[in-house]
C-alpha cells in the first residue's frame, strides 16, 4: 500500500504536498497538532483499540482540521456475511461514538457518488474545532 499510495502521489510528494508513511495508528510518528487535514480510506474496522486510535488522530489535526473517513457501506455488509469481518466490527455508529468521544466536533455522515457515477460512497467527516488544543 505504501508503495503504491507513492507511486500515485509522485508528483505531490515532490513538490512537498504529500508524505507517504507506513506507522500504527495508535502510535503516529507526527506532533501534536501538525495535520491540517486527515484522509483515511477503509481501515477503522481493522484497528484493534477505537479509542486509542481516535485519540491519536485527534492529537496530530491541527485546531480547525478536518479529518475524512471513506467506505462502501454494501461491500462492508458483504464482507461480514462472507465472514471476512467479525460481526458488528466495521459499523459506522461504532467509530462515529470513538470520535465524538476522543473530541472531534460536528462529526457527519454522508452519502457521496464516486467518480464512476455508480458507486455510492460513506463519508465521514469529522473536525477538530479552533478552541480544542
Not at 65 to 88: D, K, N, S
Not at 113 to 133: C, M, P, S, W
Request: glycine residues 6%; proline residues 5%; hydrophobic residues 35%.
Amino acid at each position: 500500500m505504501v508503495e503504491e499510495a507513492t507511486n500515485r502521489l509522485s508528483e505531490e510528494i515532490k513538490r512537498g504536498k504529500a508524505e507517504v508513511q507506513f506507522s500504527d495508528v495508535a502510535s503516529l510518528p507526527f506532533q501534536d497538532g501538525s495535520m491540517h487535514r486527515i484522509l483515511h480510506t477503509n481501515c477503522y474496522y481493522f484497528w484493534p483499540d477505537m479509542n486509542a486510535a481516535t485519540k491519536e488522530l485527534y492529537r496530530v489535526l491541527k485546531p480547525g482540521g478536518l479529518m475524512i473517513t471513506t467506505f462502501v457501506y454494501e461491500r462492508l455488509v458483504t464482507a461480514e456475511a462472507r465472514g471476512f469481518l467479525p460481526p458488528g466490527v466495521w459499523k459506522p455508529e461504532r467509530y462515529i461514538d470513538g470520535l465524538n468521544q476522543a473530541g472531534f466536533q460536528n462529526v457527519e455522515r454522508k452519502s457521496e457518488l464516486g467518480r464512476d457515477e455508480k458507486t455510492h460512497f460513506d463519508v465521514i467527516y469529522a473536525y477538530k474545532n479552533n478552541d480544542q488544543i
